[in-house]
T-cell receptor
Framework: DGGITQSPKYLFRKEGQNVTLSCEQNLNHDAMYWYRQDPGQGLRLIYYSQIVNDFQKGDIAEGYSVSREKKESFPLTVTSAQKNPTAFYLCASSLTGGGGYTFGSGTRLTVV | AQSVTQPDIHITVSEGASLELRCNYSYGATPYLFWYVQSPGQGLQLLLKYFSGDTLVQGIKGFEAEFKRSQSSFNLRKPSVHWSDAAEYFC????????????FGTGTKLQVIP
């Protein structure tokens, strides 16, 4: 079955470390997205990519970086510059014509 | 700027009772409208969507939503709630042609009591 796989499900990071969250999809979707979810704040867009080797900043891109070297993969790096990285991170994909998103099951990142 | 308002943060209903979750949006033109559901610790699942045409749309799990242009609303309904419906529900808005510019509401958490 097609879908989006996020790994790991839980991730712990020490202060000052960079960590990379994985997102892989086999839906043949062109567009991929990273969202951050905090209690009571809904979902906030970090980065999105519409085609390979191209991506744009979302509303809260500071302290994050992404790459899109393959259509199937859109990893997110949370850098040490992100001041408050503890959150639930969701990856999603869609067709470029719209139709709704398909979401992964999320990665919960905790800074220790 | 477009916005989505879900005025109810928490709703509690009895199993078997009817449910209505409210969603209002602010946008210059009629956007695409979506409802998603999220179980604890999981991603979001698309329940239903409205693009055009019939203003009453059917979704998965027995949910439906009605688009009312005059009220800028897209409320989600279910005639009889099951305990497994306990989750958080998100309304989302996308401008025409702007599939990447999704605005999500802040969510309504549904509790179902026996």
């Amino acid at each position: 079955d097609g879908g989006i796989t996020q790994s790991p499900k839980y991730l712990f990071r020490k202060e000052g470390q960079n960590v990379t969250l994985s997102c892989e999809q086999n839906l043949n979707h062109d567009a991929m997205y990273w969202y951050r979810q905090d209690p009571g704040q809904g979902l906030r867009l970090i980065y999105y990519s519409q085609i390979v080797n191209d991506f744009q900043k979302g509303d809260i891109a500071e302290g994050y970086s992404v790459s899109r070297e393959k259509k199937e993969s859109f990893p997110l790096t949370v850098t040490s510059a992100q001041k408050n990285p503890t959150a639930f991170y969701l990856c999603a994909s869609s067709l470029t014509g719209g139709g709704g998103y398909t979401f992964g099951s999320g990665t919960r990142l905790t800074v220790v | 700027a477009q916005s989505v308002t879900q005025p109810d943060i928490h709703i509690t209903v009895s199993e078997g009772a009817s449910l209505e979750l409210r969603c209002n949006y602010s946008y210059g033109a009629t956007p695409y409208l979506f409802w998603y559901v999220q179980s604890p610790g999981q991603g979001l699942q698309l329940l239903l969507k409205y693009f055009s045409g019939d203003t009453l749309v059917q979704g998965i799990k027995g949910f439906e939503a009605e688009f009312k242009r005059s009220q800028s609303s897209f409320n989600l309904r279910k005639p009889s709630v099951h305990w497994s419906d306990a989750a958080e529900y998100f309304c989302a808005v996308v401008p025409l042609g702007g599939y990447q510019k999704v605005t999500f509401g802040t969510g309504t958490k549904l509790q179902v009591i026996p």
